[in-house]
């Protein structure tokens, strides 16, 4: 079983960059593969980012390609999303998720959560 605690969100205005981290408690964080995903108010909590165990094959929503970049370091047990020419789109509560096996797109694949972390885009 793996914990997941998510920081580093804020308000940042338009063009601007932000880097959410992930710390993980648990021995078996290495052999995870995480995915960050994002809920607006009223709206569906979407797949933005997954990387693997390894941090060799990585992912991202259409929406966010070329703009943002997820990472992992197994030694600390942390996932990062580097996110830069940010949107007011952007605007939502951005959740990291674990799950054993490859990276998955939906929300159900993955059964461990965090808290959850606000990043605000203002225009």
């Known amino acids: 079983q793996v914990q997941l605690v998510e920081s580093g969100g804020g308000l940042v205005q338009a063009g601007g960059s932000l880097t959410l981290t992930c710390a993980a408690s648990g021995r078996t964080f290495s052999s995870y593969a995480m995915g960050w995903f994002r809920q607006a108010p009223g709206k569906e909590r979407d797949f933005v980012a997954g990387?693997?165990?390894?941090?060799?094959?990585?992912d991202y929503a259409d929406t966010v390609k070329g703009r943002f970049t997820i990472s992992r370091d197994n030694a600390k047990n942390t996932v990062y999303l580097r996110m830069s020419s940010l949107k007011p789109e952007d605007t939502a509560v951005y959740y990291c998720?674990?799950?054993?096996?490859?990276?998955?797109?939906?929300?159900?694949?993955?059964?461990?959560w965090g808290q959850g972390t606000q990043v605000t885009v203002s225009s």
């Open positions: 998720a674990a799950r054993a096996g490859n990276i998955a797109h939906l929300k159900y694949e993955y059964p461990y």
């Open positions: 990387i693997n165990w390894s941090g060799g094959s990585t």
